[in-house]
């Protein structure tokens, strides 16, 4: 398999970055096995926050995600979802 990675940067970087955001996947999954609430965010600044915590450019940030224990009282009601048969065809 590492010939199918060798002098092709532009594939690596694609790769790791994917496969970074399924191993992010599973951590949100291990974090609320133990009861904690998950935030994950996108949309945020990348290059200030890669500034900030990855100054040598080691490193770079894929995604944002708070932990912690919510306020269940501060919860808003789920929103509406259409019904399997709405939303899904068997073929």
Do not use: W
């Not at 191993?23 to 965010?41: H, N, S």
């Not at 770079?60 to 708070?66: E, G, I, K, T």
Request: proline share 5%; hydrophobic share 45%.
């Amino acid at each position: 398999m590492r010939s199918a990675f060798a002098g092709k940067p532009a594939l690596i970087a694609e790769t790791a970055f994917r496969n970074g955001s399924l191993q992010g996947a599973y951590f949100i999954l291990a974090a609320r096995t133990f009861g904690l609430d998950c935030g994950p965010m996108s949309g945020f600044d990348a290059d200030m926050v890669n500034a900030e915590f990855f100054p040598d450019g080691h490193c770079r940030v894929n995604f944002l995600c708070n932990l912690g224990y919510g306020d269940p009282t501060r919860l808003h009601a789920r929103a509406p979802r259409l019904e399997f048969e709405e939303a899904c065809s068997l073929l």
